[in-house]
């Protein structure tokens, strides 16, 4: 039988195997789509968090399904009843005799171009209940396209913790940090109007060309941002938030995909500032370091 350490422990190692070839799946198989895709707005539910300043957050609306043909084969997208990309629908109060994972993170999380089945938190929730445990695991995918860290932790307040995870992972990737909604967005809705919102479905090498184009203007705006400026509204204000809102105690796991050494280091000091656990490729640690953590 094993423990909740080591269920811990394992959930990780087979969420980097999980993430590493899905990501090289997706990059040699050319699937790969960049984070910003094109949604239909009646599968979406927009809400303005006026109190953060978050003009464009949303969620997706419960109980949808479509069909995307597009160049990268025929894909059906759904929701459960709560509006998540999930085969399932699951109890906010989590039942006695389960572990409950959540993830949190953007289109790469929501599984972009890939079916529900093939989604890795869908892969890494059949392992783990493969696994001699005395608990059923919950894997719950909590993944938007286009969310950035503000908006992942706004899901974890406002979605996320009422399903009383143990343990939540935020999946950051190089773009969740220097890709701030608040400023992005209204770049990326004018640069696409005016080449007639191109649909990434239908005509994805012009989708791409004008988000291409977006990105330029968008850096070349806030070039004079320095890195305390682009860390401060991109990771410590919501880090602090995380921290703040975390009344059930779940464990927060901070999963860097980082490319950058330097945006890498400032993720995991603020990481360990606030108690979370800084987990990476490039650094996975030791048993007793998880051990440690999951005893705090």
């Known amino acids: 039988m094993l423990d909740k350490k080591r269920i811990f422990l394992i959930t990780i190692i087979l969420l980097e ?8 799946n997706n990059l040699l198989s050319k699937k790969y789509v960049p984070v910003i895709t094109d949604i239909p707005k009646e599968s979406i539910v927009y809400e303005n968090i006026s109190n953060y300043g978050f003009k ?20 059906i997208y759904s929701t459960n009843s709560d509006g998540l990309r999930e085969r399932y629908n699951y109890t906010k109060n989590k039942p006695d005799n389960t572990f409950r994972i959540a993830i949190f993170g953007d289109s790469f999380v929501y599984g972009q171009n890939v079916n529900i089945s093939d989604v890795f938190t ?3 929730e059949d392992d783990l209940n493969l696994l001699n ?49 608040e400023l992005w967005s209204p770049i990326l809705q004018k640069t696409m109007a005016e080449a007639g919102n191109p649909s990434w479905e239908k005509d994805f090498l012009k989708y791409v060309n004008t988000l291409n184009n977006a990105l330029k203007e968008y850096f070349n705006k806030y070039s004079d941002y320095n890195k305390t400026i682009w860390y401060q509204n991109s990771i410590d204000i919501p880090f602090k938030r995380l921290k703040e809102s975390n009344f059930k105690n779940s464990k927060i796991i901070i999963f ?21 656990m800084f987990v990476s490729p490039n650094n996975l640690g030791s048993f007793n370091e998880f051990k440690k953590f999951w005893d705090k």
Do not use: A, Q, W
Not at 17 to 24: K, N, Q, S
Not at 58 to 65: D, L, M, R, V
Not at 150 to 171: C, N, T, W
């Open 17 to 24: 195997i999980f993430i590493v070839f899905y990501l090289l």
């Open 56 to 75: 464009y957050f949303y969620e997706y609306s419960p109980n949808t399904f479509r069909i995307s043909d597009s160049i990268f084969g025929t894909v």
């Open 133 to 181: 445990c005395s608990k059923k695991i919950e894997v719950i995918n909590f993944g938007v396209g286009g969310y950035e860290i503000p908006y992942m932790v706004e899901s974890f307040i406002r979605k996320g913790r009422d399903y009383e995870p143990d343990i939540s992972i935020f999946l950051i990737k190089h773009d969740d940090v220097y890709l701030i909604n």
């Open 256 to 276: 860097s995909l980082l490319h950058d050494n330097e945006d890498e280091e400032h993720l995991k000091n603020k990481s360990k500032e606030y108690g979370f």
């Open 122 to 124: 869908e892969l890494l």
